[in-house]
């Protein structure tokens, strides 16, 4: 079993529409948790970073965190054809090494 | 800010040859950086985190004689692929940990090799 388990979609919505992305974890002592956002060809760019539960918001952003279920998710609302991307989410314990979900490419449709 | 740059964007070379890759944090002191390897359509893979001034940590089954690192100062870390072979064709991403930030990692552009 991967410590970080992401569905790698395809995800295909229409413009304007909601995205839902989420990961799940094994490990409980992940403490902080990040979504990247990785154009084709490109480094991924940080896009959220939450420490421990809760949630946070950033313009169409939100990211949420649940460590009793070990689950988070990132939404995008009013998503844009420029939110086309692959989506990681990556985790953390105390140390500086991230642990990574396989990746979700979205494609938001004009 | 945590601007990380990487060099070259993109390198084609013979079986064979060695290629070294740089990694610059431009506006930051990185006392640790991380390298990573990514193939197409999976997750980036780490290979090894360099801090400044000591030798780098090797992920397990990562060969440490063909893929040498040097973190000589706050602000570079260089990757050496030895003897390449077309098996090490892939996209090589860095990444720096900004101490002064929110304390994660800033990731730089890539390097995608092709050994032929």
């Known amino acids: 079993q991967k410590e970080v388990e992401q569905d790698p979609g395809p995800l295909s919505v229409p413009e304007g529409a909601i995205v839902s992305l989420n990961c799940t974890y094994s490990?409980?002592?992940?403490?902080?948790f990040m979504w990247y956002r990785q154009y084709s060809r490109k480094g991924p760019e940080l896009l959220m970073y939450t420490y421990s539960s809760g949630n946070k918001e950033d313009g169409r952003f939100t990211a949420q965190v649940d460590k009793s279920s070990k689950y988070i998710s990132l939404f995008i609302r009013d998503s844009q054809p420029s939110d086309s991307a692959t989506y990681l989410c990556?985790?953390?314990?105390?140390?500086?090494?991230?642990?990574f979900g396989a990746g979700t490419t979205v494609t938001v449709r004009a | 800010g945590a601007v990380v740059s990487q060099h070259p964007s993109w390198v084609i070379c013979k079986s064979g040859t060695s290629v070294k890759i740089e990694c610059r944090s431009l506006d930051f002191q990185a006392t640790t950086m991380f390298w990573y390897r990514q193939f197409p359509k999976q997750s980036l893979m780490l290979m090894a985190t360099?801090?400044?001034?000591?030798?780098?940590?090797?992920e397990q089954g990562v060969e440490k004689d063909k893929f040498l690192i040097n973190h000589a100062s706050l602000t570079l870390s260089t990757l050496t692929v030895t003897s390449a072979h077309p098996e090490d064709s892939s996209f090589y991403i860095c990444?720096?940990?900004?101490?002064?930030?929110?304390?994660?990692?800033?990731f730089g552009p890539g390097t995608r090799l092709l050994v032929l």
């Open positions: 490990n409980s002592a992940f403490q902080y």
């Open positions: 990444s720096a940990r900004d101490p002064a930030g929110i304390e994660t990692q800033y």
């Open positions: 990556a985790m953390r314990v105390n140390d500086y090494k991230l642990s």
């Open positions: 360099s801090n400044e001034g000591s030798k780098a940590t090797y």
